[in-house]
């Protein structure tokens, strides 16, 4: 069974930076795509990231790029979010998810929160 | 950027009706479509891609059509687990995005 277990989450400060991880299991993690969906309270769905199965080819969103930077450790099946100059739009809900070969979400996490707040 | 909206915002439907969900893509996404539900405090849950493919586990009454910029999702007799919002993303090209969601209410 298919398990991805986000977190990382907490309370910031404008400025500051967080890393969120996301462990993978239930699945050959190196075989497959990653992506950061995210969802501001009572908004809609913003895909922010994704990465390729082997680490060498990324994607971002405009409003993350330059701040936000996925990576991943095959060995350790887990994805990672490093979050640096975060802003208050920032805040959200962020889900990892497992892509499918169209890099559609076929399997999600159960969410990690970033509130950025002074 | 491709920009995905859907119609209506909110769908009131009773229990055992069909339900018509609308997605329009601002420029083609070929048949690279797919339709996500969710449920208050839960994450998304992947319910067609390829814009008709059933992902697994998701029962028949899900449906999806149309390829190129207009696509349909249809519910074809709703159940009390299926008042829940819905929402479609295109991953034809980057960035991908997501329509702002319809939600589908009892009536």
């Known amino acids: 069974e298919v398990h991805l277990l986000d977190s990382g989450g907490g309370l910031v400060q404008p400025g500051g930076s967080l890393r969120l991880s996301c462990a993978a299991s239930?699945?050959?993690?190196?075989?497959?795509?990653m992506t950061w969906v995210r969802q501001a309270p009572g908004k809609g769905l913003e895909w922010v990231s994704a990465i390729r199965t082997s680490g060498d080819q990324t994607y971002y969103a405009d409003s993350v790029r330059g701040r936000f930077t996925i990576s991943r450790d095959n060995s350790k099946s887990t994805l990672y979010m490093q979050m640096n100059s975060l802003r208050a739009e920032d805040t959200a809900v962020y889900y990892c998810?497992?892509?499918?070969?169209?890099?559609?979400?076929?399997?999600w996490g159960q969410g990690t929160l970033v509130t950025v707040s002074s | 950027e491709i920009v995905m909206t859907q119609s209506p915002a909110t769908l009131s439907v009773s229990p055992g009706e069909r339900a018509t969900l609308s997605c329009r893509a601002s420029q083609s996404v070929s048949s690279n479509l797919a339709w996500y539900q969710q449920k208050p405090g839960q994450a998304p849950r992947l319910l067609i891609y390829g814009a008709s493919t059933r992902a697994t586990g998701i029962p028949a009454r899900f449906s999806g059509s149309g390829s190129g910029t207009e696509f349909t999702l249809t519910i074809s007799s709703l159940q009390s687990e299926d008042f829940a919002v819905y929402c479609c993303q295109q991953y034809d090209s980057w960035p991908l995005t997501f329509g702002g969601g319809t939600k589908v209410e009892i009536k």
């Open positions: 998810a497992k892509a499918s070969s169209g890099y559609y979400s076929d399997y």
């Open positions: 239930g699945f050959t993690f190196s075989s497959y795509a």
